[in-house]
């Protein structure tokens, strides 16, 4: 472990804002890289394009200025990223296609808590910013996913069809070359902020090849028919930009204006009437989304830059770009149900759970996936309350569902006022559960439950 080593301090006019104490530094520097990967993006792109350059070139320039913006941002903490890495793929090599799955998801979750646990409780408690931990989160889940699609494609589906949907696209027949493997857990595209994505795709990226750009027809089926033109991605990286912007400007503006923290201030539980109460939670917990929103769209506009993430065409015929989106912003503020949030919130990250856990356990499924996800968070406390509040709220909201939901589906009106009531209901149920996410310890959180 380096606990004195820390990434450059940006001499940039952006570091205003950490002066007035708007980001940090870390925060200034996150975003700096970001901003030169979306322009190493275009350049990836237009100059080395499948077309122009063999895979080797590519595998090797993403690597590397992965790895370069990784040691700008983290200093020597990087090398974690490297030395995760390393040993699992020395796993995956030496256990076998059967088990390898197993030892590289215990293994890379161990040695992810323990880097979270001990810059938690033993250097900086509470550092709520870029740190370290965020893009091993991420190489993490690239290493479990490509150890599951080889046990599935060898053990599972070992013949050249798949049959079964679900795992179209998520399996994988051979072992990757120590350079093909770190490309994908560390190329420059992905390394700070993701999204996850699965190795199939990434290598179709990378060689020019479509894999799973299928048109969808009318009724919903797939069907085989592949477009190999190259789409340009420009139009939807402007949108996207447009998004972070908007997303960036409202963070910046409202984020101080209603702090999480005073739905737990004694003043304020005190002489504030309790709907009031409850419409301050929606709106402190509403302006902590934005952050994510900014970062999670900027990942994505900067892998659609290089021109990974088509996704094939929609009905219209236009070219889709959400093969690795993480998230849809107007489905999440007008989501009817837990279960229409959650699919919209962090999805690459959803469905890493919904491929390693829920679909893989034998009991109790709901459960043991809001447990890895906890796990996978982080160490503070406030993680495993809000996720632990989430398996009492989502099977509580599954019930309710199923029980009260036909009884409004008579006529438009009561739908729409069953619309009105669920929406509202499923924002305050989010706010409750996420509370302890931002809130972090254990005091507040249980304060605040009370």
């Known amino acids: 472990y380096f606990p004195h080593c820390k990434g450059k301090v940006l001499k940039f006019p952006l570091s205003l804002l950490s002066r007035l104490k708007i980001l940090c530094a870390f925060q200034v520097n996150f975003v700096v890289c970001q901003l030169c990967a979306l322009l190493t993006a275009f350049w990836f792109r237009l100059y080395l394009h499948p077309s122009k350059t063999s895979p080797f070139v590519r595998h090797v320039v993403a690597t590397l200025l992965g790895l370069y913006f990784a040691l700008f941002c983290f200093g020597w903490y990087a090398l974690h990223f490297l030395v995760q890495s390393g040993i699992t793929y020395g796993i995956m090599i030496l256990a076998g296609v059967e088990h390898m799955h197993k030892y590289c998801l215990v293994f890379a979750l161990a040695y992810l808590s323990f880097c979270q646990i001990t810059r938690v409780y033993v250097f900086d408690y509470g550092m709520y910013s870029a740190d370290f931990t965020g893009p091993m989160m991420v190489i993490t889940q690239k290493i479990t996913s490509m150890a599951f699609e080889i046990h599935d494609g060898e053990c599972c589906f070992p013949s050249s069809e798949v049959t079964d949907i679900s795992f179209d696209g998520f399996v994988f027949r051979r072992m990757p070359s120590l350079l093909e493997y770190f490309s994908y857990n560390c190329n420059f595209m992905g390394m700070l902020a993701g999204p996850t994505c699965s190795y199939n795709d990434y290598i179709a990226f990378i060689e020019g090849k479509p894999f799973r750009h299928r048109e969808q027809e ?233």
């Not at 919209?344 to 491929?355: D, E, F, G």
């Not at 893989?360 to 996800?373: E, G």
């Not at 796990?375 to 398996?391: D, E, N, R, S």
């Open 218 to 450: 009318t009724n919903g089926k797939l069907q085989g028919k592949t477009r190999l033109n190259d789409p340009s991605p420009n139009t939807e990286v402007l949108r996207k930009l447009a998004t972070c912007f908007i997303s960036l400007s409202v963070f910046l503006s409202v984020c101080k204006v209603f702090p999480v923290e005073r739905n737990v201030d004694d003043d304020f539980i005190a002489t504030t009437p309790f709907y009031a109460q409850v419409v301050y939670l929606y709106l402190s917990m509403l302006t902590t989304r934005p952050k994510y929103y900014f970062v999670w769209t900027l990942a994505d506009a900067i892998n659609n830059a290089a021109g990974f993430g088509f996704n094939g065409y929609d009905s219209d015929g236009l070219p889709r770009w959400d093969l690795i989106s993480n998230l849809r912003i107007m489905n999440i503020e007008l989501a009817t149900s837990f279960k229409v949030f959650l699919d919209n919130w962090n999805i690459q990250t959803a469905l890493w759970l919904k491929r390693v856990c829920y679909e893989r356990c034998p009991y109790n499924p709901t459960a043991a996936t809001f447990l890895l996800s906890a796990m996978w968070h982080g160490a503070y406390p406030g993680y495993y309350l809000t996720f632990l509040t989430g398996i009492v709220v989502t099977l509580a909201a599954r019930a309710v569902r199923h029980n009260v939901r036909p009884h409004f589906l008579g006529s438009p009106t009561h739908k729409f006022v069953y619309d009105i009531i669920t929406w509202a209901s499923t924002q305050i149920a989010i706010c409750y559960t996420v509370v302890p996410f931002v809130l972090l310890s254990v005091g507040p959180s249980l304060k605040f439950y009370r």
